[in-house]
Nanobody, 126 residues
Framework: QVQLVESGGGLIQAGGSMSLSCAAS?????????MGWFRQAPGKAREFVAA????????TLSDSVKGRFSASRDNSKKTIYLQMNNLKPDDTGVYYC??????????????????WGQGTQVTVSP
């Protein structure tokens, strides 16, 4: 099992910045896994936001957040981060981190992820 714990959500005004964290632990945790960020707005399907691997390489981002969000990792802390800048009301939703042990499978599809955090609410007011 892998345990994922998100933190850092809250209420913020449009144009502001917020950082989310996701700490990973557990016996099934492997450094070859890929970590993803997804979000789900009220009444909408969960969507891909970003992905980053523990082993190196740049993060991938969805088109809707490119230029505003960035993903990073701290291997020593087994923690990934999502830095969100210039937030918009459309960014409102529950943000989830997830772990995928099959790096060759698409990072963008939630069904390819094996473990999920409990989610953290991000609300962006106009």
């Amino acid at each position: 099992q892998v345990q994922l714990v998100e933190s850092g959500g809250g209420l913020i005004q449009a144009g502001g910045s917020m950082s989310l964290s996701c700490a990973a632990s557990g016996r099934s945790f492997v450094t070859t896994s890929v970590m993803g960020w997804f979000r789900q707005a009220p009444g909408k399907a969960r969507e891909f936001v970003a992905a980053i691997g523990w082993g190196g390489g740049r993060a991938t981002l969805s088109d809707s957040v490119k230029g505003r969000f960035s993903a990073s990792r701290d291997n020593s802390k087994k923690t990934i981060y999502l830095q969100m800048n210039n937030l918009k009301p459309d960014d409102t939703g529950v943000y989830y981190c997830a772990s995928k042990n099959r790096p060759l499978y698409s990072d963008h599809l939630e069904e390819n992820y094996d473990y999920w955090g409990q989610g953290t609410q991000v609300t962006v007011s106009p």
